[in-house]
T-cell receptor, first 115, second 107 residues
Framework: EAGVVQSPRYKIIEKKQPVAFWCNPI?????LYWYRQNLGQGPELLIR????????DSQLPKDRFSAERLKGVDSTLKIQPAELGDSAVYLC?????????????FGPGTRLTVL | RKEVEQDPGPFNVPEGATVAFNCTYS??????FFWYRQDCRKEPKLLMS???SGNEDGRFTAQLNRASQYISLLIRDSKLSDSATYLC????????FGKGTRLSVIA
């Protein structure tokens, strides 16, 4: 079974530039998550989708971050404009359902460097 | 008290040793518990779920103590390949990740 796919794997941009990340979850997984992980920290949830609905985006900095999950499958996360503090690894994860009893499976992440 | 707390380590142990990690959590209503493993510059990968009765998977044993609000991970007969960061994950929806405990198994 194919795992969670993310692209690009690495991205280097200058501050104030826009950037977008793409995620394709495991087939059949209704719930999709975007996390941000800084060095030495655990992943922190940015947004959670149940199918195409964003059911938890309380941690998403909405002034510069946006996300969408059209048709309830693939998802994109965008930052515009990027700031130096946005440098981190952006992880996408999916699980069969929303309830916490289902473990989440992560993609390889996108390592973002903002110069 | 932080939602999920772990000793960051590092734990440096010789091959063959037994090592244990604890993780405390603050939300007494938490229903789901997991241990994830994360290798350097890789994504977290599910190691095992943690059940109320405790569970074992080969050399790995996980325990849950609801009264004291902690979970533990025991690794027996440590291998060099066990070197990684172990993330404690607790919650309902959403799950909350700890910062991780670094383990280095030394030859």
């Amino acid at each position: 079974e194919a795992g969670v796919v993310q692209s690009p794997r690495y991205k280097i941009i200058e501050k104030k530039q826009p950037v977008a990340f793409w995620c394709n979850p495991i087939s059949g997984h209704n719930t999709l998550y975007w996390y941000r992980q800084n060095l030495g920290q655990g992943p922190e949830l940015l947004i959670r989708y149940e199918n195409e609905e964003a059911v938890d985006d309380s941690q998403l900095p909405k002034d510069r971050f946006s996300a969408e999950r059209l048709k309830g499958v693939d998802s994109t996360l965008k930052i515009q404009p990027a700031e130096l503090g946005d440098s981190a690894v952006y992880l996408c994860a999916s699980s069969p359902r929303e309830t916490g009893s289902y473990a989440q499976y992560f993609g390889p992440g996108t390592r973002l460097t903002v110069l | 008290r932080k939602e999920v707390e772990q000793d960051p380590g590092p734990f440096n142990v010789p091959e063959g040793a037994t090592v244990a990690f604890n993780c405390t959590y603050s939300n007494s209503a938490s229903q789901s518990f997991f241990w994830y493993r994360q290798d350097c510059r890789k994504e977290p990968k599910l190691l095992m779920s943690v059940y109320s009765s405790g569970n074992e998977d080969g050399r790995f044993t996980a325990q849950l103590n609801r009264a004291s609000q902690y979970i533990s991970l025991l690794i027996r007969d440590s291998k060099l390949s066990d070197s990684a960061t172990y993330l404690c994950v607790v919650g309902n929806t959403p799950l909350v990740f700890g910062k991780g405990t670094r383990l280095s198994v030394i030859a």
